[in-house]
């Protein structure tokens, strides 16, 4: 976990300068672990996040604003009626714990001046957020509520005696001596990995920040302590005082990490140099800690939505997979339907020679060029004629289930399809805007309940990717069926030309040509775009049809992403990720 003693200590400072003296104007609490407090500070106001979440548990300045439930909860009605109104008179950090207590001055029910603290426990999946009065150290209230039957350690639970979180036992880089860092060090079993040693010796440093002090020290990040002599204890002693003596002056350097894609991957209140060469953003502890939790978050409803959607259609398509082998076996029944025909036929054909009791005649098979012998299987309970009856009736019962099932099997072969084209869009999306497409196309083909949404405003045109070939045609990629039939039916002019995989689900791809001849390369690159985004992205080798968009046609009342082509010729290409990159640059 990123935020660690250090990270807090950064934040600490900072929101001293910016929130120490300022006024509690409102408290909201946006989700069942989240408080914001709205503060007023020498003309501005500023929005505190105080989170108890398992994953996200922080406390920070944020810029973003969310909805609030309508009904506020009970901790939030709590927080109300002791805090609002109240200044920030302190804000504390126990060493370099991940505790943060803000020191509130407020008014009693008399009017008399109290002080009470709320205390911020960052913590993991122990994390939370407890009113506390100071004077009697006893809880007003806390946003998780447990008893012993949760932990042994203490209880928290309105009325009860505030205990802090146990001691970790381990060294304050703060006041740290070196012989005592070499004795603790040194304690831990040789093959273990020095990061991890810091980690466990060291108040307030985390794995991260381990692995930095190794590289600070010009050692190997997966040093182990066996490996480690006089020189090794030294450098990272060295690097551990720099780093002390810069907390001691709060000269912290804040970063975050991005990845290739620029989406935040770690932080901390130093700088981490030991990323190179990926790129780093430097600023206010705050402002980088918002940044990357709102991009985490944004990024855990993504995945909570995409995870959803796909269980719904694969549920469906496992429901189909299913219906399809009973079809196909009630088919392949109904295919003895002439087989039966053919029977009642010889058996009529041959009355004179058969009489009641018989299990089984053989007979000149007359429908047969080689007229050989068949055998046919009798009820002995029925006459010659009643027998033939039978047979006769076998057949018509089969010859309907044929022609009931071909269709029906048709049918939910074209249903399959459909779906394993909407769970290649679901996998392939990158924005919560294509879920929300793939949904509303789920909803209106009634695989899904019409979420209880408020009042819808006017749809958005759907956008494509929009990419660019070698030699400069513009080519367009629809990523789900929305923007396939968008593009297909509404944007294309009859002179594109048109692209999709054959036989496999995928996207529209569409080439505009402003009346100019398509190279074979820019033709080239995107049957690659095509075979990149479908159901074949991982294979090799993939046919891609391509023609003129005159000859795309959608038959009435097909289902979105369906189209008819003619006049198609196919190139074979392989899906290449580089390309895309290339191109969409």
């Known amino acids: 976990m990123p935020f ?9 400072k900072e929101l001293e300068d910016e929130l120490l003296g300022g006024r509690i104007e409102r408290i909201y609490q946006p989700g069942p672990l989240e408080i914001n407090l709205l503060i ?72 008399e001046p109290c002080i009470k603290e709320l205390i911020c426990e960052i913590m993991g999946r122990h994390s939370n957020i407890m009113l506390v009065n100071p004077d009697t150290k006893q809880i007003i209230d806390a946003i998780k509520r447990y008893t012993y039957a949760v932990s042994r350690y203490r209880e928290v639970l309105p009325g009860r005696e505030y205990i802090p979180p146990p001691e970790q036992h381990k060294l304050n880089p703060l006041e740290l001596k070196e012989e005592e860092f070499r004795h603790a060090l040194l304690e831990a079993p040789l093959e273990t990995a020095v990061a991890t040693a810091l980690q466990r010796t060291l108040d307030g440093i985390s794995q991260v920040m381990a692995r930095e002090i190794l590289y600070r020290a010009r050692l190997a990040q997966d040093l182990i302590l066996d490996h480690c002599g006089e020189y090794e204890i030294v450098a990272l002693w060295q690097a551990i005082q720099d780093m002390a003596g810069a907390i001691t002056r709060g000269e912290f350097q804040p970063s975050l990490v991005v990845d290739e894609q620029g ?34 978050e944004e990024d855990q409803a993504y995945q909570s939505k995409k995870q959803s959607l796909l269980t719904v259609v694969r549920r469906e398509m496992g429901r189909l997979s299913q219906k399809l082998s009973m079809q196909e076996e009630s088919l392949a029944k109904a295919e003895r339907a002439e087989e039966y025909r053919i ?93 929300l497409e793939i949904r509303e196309e789920l909803e209106e083909q009634g ?121 198609q010729r196919t190139l074979t290409v392989n899906p290449d990720q580089e390309l895309v990159e290339k191109l969409k640059a």
């Open 40 to 111: 007023h500070h020498q003309g501005t106001r500023s929005r505190l996040l105080l989170s108890a979440h398992p994953e996200n548990a922080r406390v920070h300045l944020t810029g973003k604003t969310k909805g609030n439930p309508q009904f506020p909860p009970v901790f939030c009605m709590v927080l109300r009626k002791h805090l609002e109104g109240s200044r920030i008179r302190g804000i504390h950090q126990r060493g370099l714990d991940r505790v943060l207590v803000f020191q509130l001055q407020s008014y009693n029910e008399f009017g």
């Open 447 to 567: 695989y899904l309940k019409p979420a209880g949404r408020e009042k819808k405003r006017e749809p958005e045109k759907p956008r494509p990717l929009v990419f660019t070939s070698s030699e400069g045609f513009t080519i367009l990629v629809g990523r789900n069926n929305k923007q396939n039939d968008y593009l297909t039916l509404h944007l294309a002019k009859d002179g594109d030309i048109w692209l999709h995989t054959r036989d496999i689900p995928g996207s529209h791809v569409l080439i505009r040509t402003a009346g100019r001849t398509v190279p074979e390369t820019t033709l080239a690159e995107a049957a690659s775009l095509a075979a990149y985004f479908s159901r074949a992205r991982e294979s090799q080798n993939v046919p891609v049809d391509y023609t003129l968009c005159r000859n795309v046609h959608k038959p009435r009342g097909a289902r979105p992403g369906y189209v008819v082509y003619t006049g």
């Open 263 to 296: 989406r935040p991957r770690e932080f901390a209140a130093f700088d981490l140099t030991h990323f190179n060469p990926l790129k780093r953003q430097h600023g206010k502890m705050n402002t980088l800690v918002d940044l990357f939790y709102t991009a985490r």
């Open 4 to 12: 660690d003693g250090l990270v807090m200590a950064a934040i600490r």
């Open 343 to 435: 029977f009642g036929e010889l058996l009529m054909a041959n009355l004179y020679r058969l009489e009641k009791g018989l299990s089984q005649v053989t007979l000149e098979n007359f429908y047969d060029p080689e007229r050989k012998m068949v055998t046919i299987p009798l009820d002995p309970r029925l006459n010659p004629v009643q027998n033939a009856q039978a047979y006769f009736k076998k057949y018509s019962k089969a010859k309907q289930t044929r022609e009931k099932t071909g269709n029906r099997l048709e049918q939910t072969k074209r249903d399959l399809e459909y779906l394993k084209g909407i769970e290649t869009a679901i996998i392939q999306t990158t924005t919560v805007p294509e879920l």
